[in-house]
């Protein structure tokens, strides 16, 4: 974004030439960027009434606004794309590292790829209709990271929109620029972070939508996820039609009640399952240690735990069916090792039954 200074904070005497260099600067900034033309023009008139509202000695405090919405405009991906190179091999690869177990729900990950692959082969670049996959299940079952696998799988950017505790339509879809605070929703916000327009985006936890406004936030929906309209989305502060129809949706929930049937009909339910301690175990030995070790700045040789102590971890985790619980007493035992031997207190440690009150929070 651009260091600007809002025209409020201008004295009198240095308005006119603030306010006439900052008129050029948009108009650079529309002519370098590449928007569609009819937005081009739209933007660039404005620019136009403000330059006869200077001239004649008009009230310019719309400037403001206008620089919010060119800074927006010129700062999407309008054509940028991510290119693809899905490589079935190396799409197990990064999925076998990323989950444990769960073959049934790689597979149809795997068969959706496939399809993607397909469609595109038959339908070029421009344009393709994906299957909505729509990851079910408690809390910690791996639902965000299969949406993240996929992202890395395809090569694409990845980004996440929070459902917990959207309030209204207009987080989705934007508000108007003329309303004050106005700025566009949580869709083109995800859009303008990753920097292309075919993302995968992950509608997360579509099942925490406030009650009030489930109606208004499930017709939403149904436009970004029907292939026949996504392809011209209005956010009400943009104004103007963004091509979403490249974009890879992903959606997950706890569960699937308080989601509208016409929604549902547009999405391919995958329960994920609740997993047992001895796959806790495996994920938390094999899979979790390794990463908040390496996340830490530590060498996998400075400890050792032994197989009654991972027993123990799990068994902590309750009724847990996933496994945060569980990665939290893995962090909290790493946190403790690091303290350690920043400490001077050793270099390495291992974790026995008899010692493991001291390592596990």
Known sequence: MNNYTPISTASSTDKYEHVTSEIKKLEDQLHAANIPHELWEKANLQLQRINLTLRYGGNINQLDMIVKYVEWITSLPWEATTEENLNMEQAKKIMDQNHFGLDAIKKRVFEYLSVLTLQKEKKGLQKFHAPILFFVGLAGTGKTTFAKTIADTLGRNFARIPFGG?????????????????????????????????????????????????????GVLLELLDPEQNDHFIDHYIDFPFDLSQVI????????????????????????????????????????????????????????????????????????????????????????????????????FAITKENAKDFIE
Not at 169 to 197: F, H, M, N, W, Y
Not at 252 to 257: D, E, K, P, V
Not at 269 to 294: C, F, G, W
Not at 328 to 335: A, H, P
Request: glycine letters at 6%; zero cysteines.
């Open 249 to 348: 949706f992903v959606a997950t929930a706890n569960n699937t009640q308080s989601i509208s049937t016409a929604v549902m009909d547009r999405l391919e339910v995958i329960q994920m399952p609740s997993y047992t301690d001895d796959e806790k175990i495996h994920i938390a030995r094999d899979y979790i240690l390794p990463r908040l070790l390496n996340e830490s700045g530590l060498s996998p040789d400075v400890l050792s735990v032994d197989e009654e102590v991972w027993k123990h971890i799990a068994r902590l985790s309750g009724y847990d069916p996933g496994i945060r619980s569980v990665e939290r007493k893995v962090e909290s035992m790493v946190r403790i090792i690091a303290y350690k031997i920043v400490s001077g207190a050793g270099k390495q």
């Open 166 to 218: 959207l309030s209204s339509a207009l987080d989705l879809r934007g508000l108007s620029k003329v309303q004050p605070e106005a700025e566009p929703g949580q869709v083109i916000k995800a859009i303008r972070r990753v920097g292309t327009k075919n993302p995968v985006i992950l509608l997360d936890e579509l099942d925490r939508v406030t009650q009030n406004s489930q109606g208004e936030i499930m």
